[in-house]
């Protein structure tokens, strides 16, 4: 039996850079942190040689050209996998539309898993390439490469995303003590509303084909990527809000479904209530906000909200093989 755990992750600046439309052109720039939420994916030797997945639903199939689930099939193909395994997933968050890179996570941590399955080990760069060449290219899921590359490095990181394809992963160095202030600073709450980030992501890689103001707007969310970090390594944390906040807004007028009238109305609510900054996690339209807030401002945005807030750390791991027994496979 192998177990493999890999993190989710929320991004501060720099998102939707890292589709191919735009850093192709221009190279992109996100500045995120893996977090203690995770995927989990278990796989066992099947003892007749098909292959069963629980999920969401359950499959057992004999083939695995006749898996339904995208992203297992393709990682079948591209690891050459015939058959004969049980794979099961747990997740510590709903798994789908939230913003915090949950698909991405399962596409790491599957390719970690069944990597390990047939002793093989596989590097954070090479897990990150991997589970985008299974997302972007074999599936043609219309998303970029942030989420990958978060899930499998893990930590605090600046990440480039360079035209000619090559991601370089640089961890944002700062004092202990201010990371710590960091993560009390953030609030992280759950909207109850789920998305497919697909459309979201697509119709942001048509706007930066065609409109220069568009493109334009993504590269200001690329330079705050370089001042966050900057302001960070100096160990201030005194404009981390207000360059949330001015990426929130450059993002809102990237695409019309990034933002909705719920979502502007509890970000404005939050910002009366003493947040200096926040944005919705991932493509948009749901899922995960967060804030940034001193703390003696956390309760009355709690009350001001009225959603669920979710308690998280920074995490400093990427995915790992948390059980690895060969003998039972």
């Not at 510590?92 to 399962?106: E, Y």
């Not at 599936?139 to 978060?150: F, H, L, M, R």
């Not at 956390?298 to 807030?309: M, S």
């Amino acid at each position: 039996m192998i177990i493999s755990r890999t993190p989710l992750r929320m991004s501060f600046v720099g998102g939707g850079s890292d589709i191919p439309a735009f850093y192709r052109e221009y190279g992109g720039a996100v500045l995120s942190t893996a977090i203690d939420k995770y995927v989990y994916v278990n796989i066992n030797r099947k003892f007749d040689g098909g292959i069963r997945l629980a999920y969401s639903k359950t499959e057992e199939v004999d083939d695995r050209a006749k898996i339904e689930h995208r992203l297992v099939r393709a990682t079948f193909e591209l690891l050459d996998i015939a058959g004969g395994l049980e794979i099961t997933t747990i997740a510590d968050i709903p798994s789908r539309g939230t913003g915090l890179g949950s698909s991405s996570s399962f596409t790491v941590g599957l390719i970690n898993a069944i990597s390990a399955y047939i002793g093989r080990y596989v590097s954070p760069a090479e897990l990150g390439e991997q589970s985008c060449k299974v997302e972007i290219e074999l599936c043609g899921e219309p998303i970029g490469k942030q989420d990958q590359y978060a899930a499998a490095f893990g930590g605090f990181n600046l990440i480039r995303f360079n035209p000619d394809e090559s991601v370089q992963v640089s961890p944002v160095i700062m004092r202990h003590e201010l990371r710590a202030q960091l993560q009390r600073n953030i609030l992280l709450f759950y909207t109850g509303i789920t998305r497919s980030a697909s459309s979201i992501l697509q119709s942001q890689s048509d706007a930066m084909k065609s409109d220069r103001i568009k493109r334009e707007t993504q590269q200001r969310m690329v330079q705050l990527t370089f001042e966050l970090q900057r302001e960070l390594q100096a160990g201030n944390l005194e404009n981390f809000g207000a360059i949330l906040d001015e990426n929130w807004r450059l993002k809102k007028s990237l695409a019309t479904d990034i933002s909705n009238q719920n979502i502007d109305d509890w970000y404005e609510c939050a910002r009366k209530a003493g947040a200096r900054g926040g944005k919705i996690l991932g493509a948009g339209s749901g899922g995960f906000l967060l804030f940034y807030a001193e703390e003696e401002h956390h309760l009355a945005i709690e009350k001001a909200l009225q959603l669920r807030r979710v308690n998280f750390s920074f995490e400093p791991l990427g995915s790992q093989i948390i059980f690895y027994n060969p003998t039972s496979t």
